[in-house]
């Protein structure tokens, strides 16, 4: 029997939703950690049908077991009448944990998740990070597989990357009926991809899928929903130059990302790579964020004169800026937009993260092989040391 992989989300002791796009390994670490759990499992067809045609039956079951003390629905969003049922057995302080997992937040914003706001608090499952492979965490195959569990455990994880996306516009955008054209939305993915890592702009992914803007700015708010993608602001505390107002796109997975850009003659690998590495940083600074309990918030910074700098991660305690280059090398040139950053802001932090072996302090600026970040970079922490 494979050895589970230990994960830095912690077991909680009171009432949550855990979210988390498919493959993120929701399900299987609730059972490691609840295994005495009444459990629903709303992705089963005759669970899913019971509970769709009376909700009711939930307290049946709750009220049924007196001896178990936890209550775990997966994919609550199947059936999100659920909510109310969950509500009322809540109020009745019936002393019981409910945790309440989800691939897609859609559903329950239409039917008013608010309705469980303070009894019910959010949590958010992502990829594998650096910091919980360990020793297993190999760069060069992580750029080209991403971290979702699902992939990694995986005896041929190329060939699971291929269907995940497809797995995706069926199961949950066609079945759930997010979309009535499943080609125009296939075709917006593709061209999407092109954004990955980009400042985005919706009018040029429009015009090259041949779509109303509308409808792609509904197709992004859609890949957002089912936690498929997510976009940064631009970061404009203090601002003492001109700055852009777009934000920049990514996909949730270096691997995700891989598998939808389609590639070709014209399209350079070194490009591909650039934008795979700094996704991979993107996606560890959201979760890492998520885990650390949300106190930070992660912008990007781009002046309207073209200087920019991939991260900006800024609260209470941290204030990084971060620049992520695909090269060995350290060129004076790679390091002029962070030197602006911190001549406009000189309480910041500045690291420069590239492939090279070397830790190099440059001018105030710490240059670190981005694999040792990523593998450093824990919740429990908030210095690179």
């Given at each position: 029997?494979?050895?589970?992989?230990?994960?830095?989300?912690?077991?909680?002791?009171?009432?949550?939703?855990?979210?988390?796009?498919?493959?993120?390994?929701?399900?299987?670490?609730?059972?490691?950690?609840?295994?005495?759990?009444?459990?629903i499992d709303l992705l089963e067809a005759d669970v899913f049908r019971s509970y769709s045609a009376y909700p009711e039956r939930l307290r049946e079951i709750v009220l049924a077991n007196p001896d178990k003390k936890t209550v775990v629905i997966d994919e609550i969003q199947k059936v999100p009448e659920l909510l109310g049922v969950i509500h009322s057995l809540i109020e009745k302080k019936i002393k019981k944990q409910f945790i309440l997992t989800g691939s897609s937040s859609r559903k329950l914003k239409k039917t008013g998740a608010d309705l469980l706001a303070g009894r019910v608090i959010k949590k958010t499952m992502h990829p594998f990070m650096a910091a919980e492979l360990g020793k297993k965490f190999n760069l060069n195959n992580v750029l080209n597989q991403g971290l979702l569990p699902l992939v990694v455990s995986a005896q041929n994880p190329d060939a699971v990357l291929k269907t995940y996306a497809s797995l995706y516009v069926r199961e949950e955008v066609q079945a759930e009926g997010l979309v009535r054209n499943i080609g125009n939305f296939s075709r917006f993915l593709e061209s999407v991809s092109f954004s990955h890592g980009s400042v985005l702009n919706i009018t040029n992914v429009a015009r090259d899928c041949e779509v109303e803007r509308k409808v792609v700015?509904?197709?992004?708010?859609?890949?957002?929903?089912?936690l498929l993608a997510f976009r940064l602001p631009v970061f404009t505390k203090r601002a003492k130059r001109v700055v852009v107002s777009h934000p920049k796109f990514y996909f949730f997975d270096a691997g995700v990302y891989r598998s939808l850009r389609p590639s070709g003659p014209l399209d350079k690998s070194e490009e591909i790579g650039g934008s795979a590495l700094e996704g991979l940083v993107a996606q560890h600074l959201m979760a890492w964020n998520s885990y650390s309990g949300e106190n930070n918030?992660?912008?990007?910074?781009?002046?309207?004169?073209?200087?920019?700098?991939?991260?900006?991660?800024?609260?209470?305690?941290?204030?990084?800026?971060?620049?992520?280059?695909?090269?060995?090398?350290?060129?004076?040139?790679?390091?002029?937009?962070?030197?602006?950053?911190?001549?406009?802001?000189?309480?910041?932090?500045?690291?420069?993260?590239?492939?090279?072996?070397?830790?190099i302090m440059k001018n105030g600026i710490l240059c670190i092989p981005c694999e040792e970040f990523l593998l450093k970079l824990h919740p429990e922490k908030i210095k690179i040391a």
């Open positions: 029997m494979e050895t589970l992989i230990p994960r830095i989300f912690l077991p909680q002791k009171y009432n949550f939703f855990l979210f988390g796009p498919r493959g993120t390994g929701k399900t299987t670490y609730l059972k490691q950690n609840y295994p005495d759990a009444v459990w700015e509904g197709y992004i708010a859609i890949l957002e929903d089912l918030k992660v912008y990007f910074w781009r002046t309207a004169a073209g200087s920019e700098v991939d991260f900006v991660v800024y609260g209470e305690k941290v204030f990084w800026a971060i620049e992520v280059k695909n090269t060995s090398r350290i060129r004076p040139e790679d390091l002029r937009p962070l030197k602006s950053f911190k001549e406009d802001y000189p309480e910041s932090t500045a690291y420069f993260l590239y492939r090279g072996k070397e830790r």
